[in-house]
T-cell receptor
Framework: NAGVTQTPKFQVLKTGQSMTLQCAQD?????MYWYRQDPGMGLRLIYY???????DKGEVPNGYNVSRLNKREFSLRLESAAPSQTSVYFC?????????????FGPGTRLTVT | QKEVEQDPGPLSVPEGAIVSLNCTYS??????FMWYRQYSRKGPELLMY????GNKEDGRFTAQVDKSSKYISLFIRDSQPSDSATYLC???????????FGQGTELSVKP
């Protein structure tokens, strides 16, 4: 049982390049989330998916798109990367019936945009 | 003003000390309060979860919520070097709501 996995672990992009961050969970959870973490800012919600087939914007969605490919996988896409998107990105999941605050986080992807 | 404020520290204490970590918030409608622990270069993990006001204890950890003051605390008794991490408070309005995180407090427990 791997929990929440994220790929890649590290990535360096040039301004204007695109990339997709992958997230998968093997806990049969319905809800999945994407956060970014910046120094002094805490974790901020980018997008979330309450169930397979649905996605909603969070606090900072601009510049990102998401796809809930199936129940296990939730990807985050940067279409045209900007230096302001340099951050650590965390994916999280939560099961139905569990406390909403009990989100399980992946190890993160450290992204640098130059 | 941020909805949730947390002193970023860093906070350094000797082993065995009692640690107090705090968050204040502005939205009186928050009902669910969490503390997450995040080790360096890892994802956060849920440490404590409290609904509404009151105290909750789990081993060396005690979470307190004072809704009248819009203030939550996490106490760590007999702190250990293994407690060295960043502690994030988080809160939400209701089940199905979104988590709002504080900035995190970096704690270092020295042997």
């Amino acid at each position: 049982n791997a929990g929440v996995t994220q790929t890649p672990k590290f990535q360096v992009l040039k301004t204007g390049q695109s990339m997709t961050l992958q997230c998968a969970q093997d806990m049969n959870h319905n809800s999945m989330y994407w956060y970014r973490q910046d120094p002094g800012m805490g974790l901020r919600l980018i997008y979330y998916s309450a169930s397979e087939g649905t996605t909603d914007k969070g606090e900072v969605p601009n510049g990102y798109n998401v796809s809930r490919l199936n129940k296990r996988e939730f990807s985050l896409r940067l279409e045209s990367a900007a230096p302001s998107q340099t951050s650590v990105y965390f994916c999280a999941s939560r099961g139905t019936g569990t406390a909403l605050g009990e989100q399980y986080f992946g190890p993160g992807t450290r992204l640098t945009v130059t | 003003q941020k909805e949730v404020e947390q002193d970023p520290g860093p906070l350094s204490v000797p082993e065995g000390a009692i640690v107090s970590l705090n968050c204040t918030y502005s939205n009186s409608a928050f009902q669910y309060f969490m503390w997450y622990r995040q080790y360096s270069r890892k994802g956060p993990e849920l440490l404590m979860y409290t609904y509404s006001s009151g105290n909750k204890e789990d081993g060396r950890f005690t979470a307190q919520v004072d809704k009248s003051s819009k203030y939550i605390s996490l106490f760590i008794r007999d702190s250990q070097p293994s407690d060295s991490a960043t502690y994030l408070c988080a809160m939400m309005l209701n089940q199905g709501g979104k988590l709002i995180f504080g900035q995190g407090t970096e704690l270092s427990v020295k042997p």
